[in-house]
């Protein structure tokens, strides 16, 4: 099996900190992206979004007048709180970059 690319594992960590703040679109995922610095287009963000469904990450729920909002589900928040915690232990073991 493949190892997921950084980029990859970033954009699910993004996407579902987003969700789990607030149920969202696929346009404001996007732009919700773009305020943090990651230029995504509707394209880059399908396949990471049907990864996570497909993991059951996410749900997706047709809401007329938005389109497809997706939602984080509890298997969602376990990936998002070890995806979390390693991000801690990083911050705790690497040294503190000399300013």
């Known amino acids: 099996m493949k190892s997921p690319s950084l980029e990859k594992i ?3 960590l993004y996407i579902l900190k987003i969700v789990q703040a607030r149920p969202s679109t696929v346009f404001n995922l996007m732009e919700r992206l773009r305020e943090r610095g990651i230029d995504k287009n509707i394209r880059a963000l399908r396949p990471v979004l049907r990864s996570l469904m497909m ?3 996410i749900t997706a729920e047709l809401v ?3 389109g497809r909002v997706y939602t984080i589900t509890d298997q969602g928040r ?3 709180d070890a ?3 390693h991000l801690a232990v990083l ?3 690497l040294p503190a970059s000399a300013e």
Request: proline content about 0%; charged content about 40%.
């Open 55 to 57: 993991a059951r990450a």
């Open 64 to 66: 007329e007048g938005n």
């Open 10 to 12: 970033v954009s699910r």
């Open 83 to 85: 995806y979390m915690s």
């Open 78 to 80: 376990a990936e998002l």
């Open 91 to 93: 911050k705790d073991e």
